[in-house]
């Protein structure tokens, strides 16, 4: 069965050092997004991606971040200089179709990002 | 203004017992409807989804979920749990036009044997 593949599982930084997360989404699959759940909160949108391009972002999704589908499989989430406050699980899922066009979002499982 | 709640944080259930886990929402028109289940350390699977249709929806693992949209509540419900099942559950919604999911807060299901 198809699977959205995020690396690395587990990454720790120093504050303010840049973090490059990436996801391998379904081969077939048009629409990519980035979430992320803070420890015992709720999983938050981030971004969305499609055609090249940021369809939409969350208030959270500053200038500190960046999105890039560098190639033809993977899809990458870059912080810029990383925060405590970013510490979190960043989940990556693709789509065929959008949610707007009641597209199912299949997710990864996930890289923790610890910022100390 | 919009939401999705989750009023129960944990519930806790003994193995062979039925379950129904709560979500409401409050947007505007009905929203596309989702739960989800994590386990520990990993990801988020799809248990269902409701679009339009039927209100009485199945999904995977032996869970089904019922659209009420006179109580704006999508509860999962399962009738006999499985250890297997302690996970944590979320409930979702996407927004007609809207192009993401807004999760629930979770419910953490504990099942003891």
Request: aromatic residues 14%.
């Amino acid at each position: 069965e198809p699977e959205v593949t995020q690396t690395p599982s587990h990454q720790v930084t120093q504050m303010g050092q840049e973090v490059i997360l990436r996801c391998v989404p379904i081969s077939n699959h048009l629409y990519f997004y980035w979430y992320r759940q803070i420890l015992g909160q709720k999983v938050e949108f981030l971004v969305s991606f499609y055609n090249n391009e940021i369809s939409e972002k969350s208030e959270i999704f500053d200038d500190q971040f960046s999105v890039e589908r560098p190639d033809g499989s993977n899809f990458t989430l870059k912080i810029r200089s990383t925060k405590l406050e970013d510490s979190a699980m960043y989940f990556c899922a693709s789509s065929e179709v959008s949610t707007m066009n009641t597209g199912e979002l299949f997710f990864g499982e996930g890289s923790r990002l610890t910022v100390l | 203004a919009q939401s999705v709640t989750q009023p129960d944080i944990h519930i806790t259930v003994s193995e062979g017992a039925s379950l129904e886990l709560r979500c409401n929402y409050s947007y505007g028109a009905t929203p596309y409807l989702f739960w989800y289940v994590q386990s520990p350390g990993q990801g988020l699977q799809l248990l269902l989804k409701y679009f339009s249709g039927d209100t009485l929806v199945q999904g995977i693992k032996g869970f089904e979920a019922e659209f009420k949209r006179s109580q704006s509540s999508f509860n999962l419900r399962k009738p006999s749990v499985h250890w297997s099942d302690a996970a944590e559950y979320f409930c979702a919604v996407a927004p007609r036009g809207g192009n993401k999911l807004v999760f629930g807060a979770g419910t953490i299901l504990r099942v003891k044997s």
